[in-house]
């Protein structure tokens, strides 16, 4: 519990910058949509002049895309972006900053397996997502329903709890990554390195569909436009995403417990 507790409060500050960085999504998505609703024709016409293809990579469903859940569908494709960013970074320097502070040695003189090191690490990092999360939720309500425009209130939720789904699979991918290497020497660039290139992935399997590109798109296994256009998750994408994650965490706990750790 103490290690936890120790986590917690090294990412309080951490908590706090990305809580408001991504509600600030929330926030511009709010100050945008009004007048996009007024003048919905026009701004379809913008679209209308881009390539199809371009649209396609996008995320844009031009029937929907000035509707509040269309349009909110679009903004949200960069707040998964973001938390990506965010649950990779937190997943792999939780570990990776141990070996590069030389405090790892320390830490595993204390009473307390290996096992349970990297689960109240494992618990800190996925405690510290959640309230991120339920901050970021509770802004976007708000905001939705301010705003007093209709909405489909269960698949404004379901792209809202996606969010959480595609955090904890870049979770996992920061976990075994710092759990595998000795030192990160250069952690943001390592995850913005991988993550940016997930999304350049996903646009890829939008602007090919149909090509087998999905199968290791991360960031489109939720496609907004999909959940709007289904009211529902592809369960398919829902079982490898869990799986996928648990298995990453199962082989971080395998290469933990039998890592070389050298003294400071």
Do not use: Q
Request: net charge positive.
């Amino acid at each position: 519990m103490n290690i936890f507790k120790h986590e917690i409060a090294a990412l309080k500050v951490s908590i706090l910058k990305w809580a408001l960085g991504i509600s600030f999504l929330a926030l511009f998505w709010t100050a945008m949509y009004p007048s996009i609703a007024r003048d919905s024709e026009n701004f379809k016409k913008i679209f209308n002049d881009f390539p199809p293809d371009v649209l396609s990579a996008l995320g844009v469903m031009l029937d929907k895309v000035t509707s509040l859940n269309g349009f909110y569908s679009f903004i949200f494709s960069y707040v998964s972006l973001c938390g990506a960013i965010m649950a990779m970074l937190w997943g792999l320097t939780v570990l990776s900053k141990e070996s590069s502070g030389k405090t790892m040695d320390f830490l595993l003189t204390k009473p307390a397996k290996r096992s349970v090191i990297l689960t109240n690490k494992l618990l800190a990092v996925f405690f510290s997502i959640v309230l991120v999360d339920v901050i970021y939720y509770a802004v976007t309500s708000a905001c939705a329903y301010l705003m007093n425009y209709d909405f489909d209130v269960k698949v404004f939720i379901l792209i809202n709890l996606s969010l959480l789904f595609i955090e904890i699979m870049f979770l996992a991918i920061g976990f075994i990554i710092g759990a595998v290497f000795k030192r990160i020497k250069a952690p943001v660039s390592v995850t913005l390195g991988i993550v940016v290139g997930f999304f350049v992935i996903g646009l890829l399997d939008r602007l090919f569909e149909d090509s087998g590109i999905k199968n290791i798109s991360l960031l489109t296994y939720f496609d907004p436009n999909s959940i709007i256009s289904n009211s529902s998750y592809d369960t398919k994408y829902v079982i490898i995403s869990l799986a996928l994650s648990i298995i990453l965490i199962i082989f971080s706990y395998i290469f933990f417990s039998k890592k070389d750790i050298h003294s400071a």
